[in-house]
């Protein structure tokens, strides 16, 4: 499956030019455009390529699993002449890097997970408001009626504009999402698959968490040591789960850093 890619930069490419290419995986109910603070910092250097995973954005809609969005990645970026590739993914996107990274190992560059871990974790069913697949759309809406339709179900004003981002607005409006394929793919989203034992990734790995989520636990550091023998793990004082709009400057230095290895 090609998915939909914002391409940015290089702006000054004699800057880098032995680097190779930025491809950036947002996560459950993203899309390509969330990354872009760090995108355009990326972009001043290096070629950087923003990815819709499949159901979301403009990609096309399909059946969830970490393989299949690995596969979707893998040939997105062969298609733009784009691999390796260094991979930056934050939740489900993080996830998704891990897999194309441990199933292509040589297609991967470098690695940067983003406040998850290669474990059960991430959305549950109660992170997610009942009643979204079923809502009663109006025959035309904009910004402010989405704002109202949506506020009875997620009183939460910045997941609320999260969710509004995968709405069609105008006349004839819904979602834009696969959101059927999202819903039924749960399971296979908030857990992680069996590997078998060999598989591991060594090339260097950033993991970066926010000190206030949940989502990378002492418990998940022998699996993390065993797939990815060479990462670190960087912590961002005060961030929470969104760790790249909690801290945006601090989350941009750790990655431009690490890029240049």
């Not at 607005?169 to 959101?179: A, K, M, R, T």
């Not at 941009?252 to 850093?257: C, T, Y």
């Amino acid at each position: 499956m090609l998915l939909n890619v914002i391409e940015r930069g290089p702006e000054n490419p004699t800057e880098a030019p032995h680097l190779p290419p930025i491809a950036l995986l947002h996560g459950m109910f993203g899309r390509a455009r969330n990354l872009g603070f760090v995108q355009r910092r990326l972009a001043t250097t290096r070629r950087t390529l923003a990815l819709d995973l499949r159901n979301h954005g403009e990609s096309p809609h399909g059946p969830v699993t970490y393989q299949a969005m690995a596969d979707d990645v893998l040939e997105t970026l062969q298609h733009h002449n784009a691999l390796p590739a260094m991979i930056l993914g934050h939740s489900m996107g993080g996830k998704t890097a891990m897999m194309l990274a441990l199933t292509h190992p040589t297609q991967v560059h470098s690695l940067v997970v983003v406040d998850i871990a290669p474990a059960q974790g991430g959305f549950t069913r109660m992170d997610i408001p009942a009643g979204l697949e079923n809502l009663e759309f109006p025959p035309t809406l904009d910004l402010a009626g989405a704002n109202a339709l949506l506020r009875p179900l997620i009183p939460n004003e910045s997941v609320r504009q999260l969710m509004i981002q995968n709405m069609r607005l105008g006349d004839h409006p819904g979602w834009q999402i696969g959101l059927h394929d999202i819903m039924a793919g749960l399971p296979a989203i908030m857990g992680w698959p069996d590997l078998p034992e060999n598989c591991v990734y060594n090339g260097p790995t950033l993991f970066i968490r926010g000190e206030i989520s949940p989502y990378i636990q002492p418990r998940n550091y022998p699996v993390m040591r065993r797939l990815f023998p060479h990462h670190t793990l960087e912590t961002i004082s005060g961030a929470g789960h969104w760790v790249h709009a909690d801290a945006p400057r601090r989350f941009a230095e750790l990655v431009e850093e690490f890029s240049k290895l």
